[in-house]
């Protein structure tokens, strides 16, 4: 089956540190991969996402590449800032089956 | 453009009473999604609708969980009778194409519900 797996948390991080969490995936065929992000006390919104192998994700200075070779789409910021602090969710989707499978989520917390 | 409306967002209840959360789609979305998040956990799939045809539902625990979405617009999510198990928060989600694209989903706020 489908299935997502995300690196343990908590992170936390000084301000301008460089970020990575990462993501693997298990699935069939050719899914699409998406990082959602939520923010304390809203709804997941998406960052960004990859709908094919070697395409790049970039949204607010967060990039994800879709690496089909290691089955991983692991998340990246070159410098974090304190509005950055959420629960960070890689999820795919199949082409032919819209559900998101999502990984466990990752808290991150980021201090001035 | 207004984004996905859910009521109500918190709810308490005793064990073996009923409850019902409701999900506003952003207008014109064909598909809505009900998941499942757990405490700590990613959200899970509990039921898929194509308008107003359920699509997917192998997920949704049928003894006790029940979802309608009348008209292919609005929908509703039962559970009767609750269960401790079920506290954690129901999360609603839609997107305009039909369910085998990958079109990208707009999630509501959730409501999160405590069973005592």
């Known amino acids: 089956g489908n299935s997502v797996t995300q690196m343990e948390g908590p992170v936390t991080l000084s301000e301008e540190a460089f970020l990575t969490i990462n993501c693997t995936y298990t699935a069939t065929g050719y899914p699409s991969l998406f990082w959602y992000v939520q923010y304390p006390g809203e709804g997941l919104q998406l960052l960004l996402k990859?709908?094919?192998?070697?395409d790049k994700g970039s949204n607010k200075g967060f990039e994800a590449t879709y690496r089909k070779e290691t089955t991983s789409f692991h998340l990246e910021k070159g410098s974090v800032q304190v509005s950055d602090s959420a629960v960070y969710f890689c999820a795919l989707a199949r082409p032919s089956y819209g559900k998101l499978t999502f990984g466990q989520g990752t808290i991150l917390t980021v201090h001035p | 453009e207004a984004g996905v409306v859910q009521s109500p967002r918190y709810k308490i209840i005793e064990k073996k009473q009923p409850v019902a959360f409701w999900c506003n789609p952003i207008?014109?979305?064909?598909?809505l999604y009900w998941y499942l998040q757990n405490l700590g956990q990613g959200p899970e799939l509990l039921i898929r609708y194509e308008n107003e045809e359920a699509v997917d539902d192998s997920q949704l625990p049928k003894d006790r969980f029940s979802a309608e979405r009348l008209k292919g617009v609005d929908s509703t999510l039962k559970i009767q009778p609750a269960e401790l198990g079920d506290s954690a928060v129901y999360l609603c989600?839609?997107?305009?194409?039909?369910?085998?694209?990958?079109?990208?989903?707009?999630f509501g706020p959730g409501t999160r519900l405590t069973v005592l």
């Open positions: 990859a709908t094919k192998a070697d």
């Open positions: 989600a839609s997107s305009p194409g039909t369910s085998g694209s990958t079109d990208t989903q707009y």
């Open positions: 207008s014109g979305h064909n598909t």
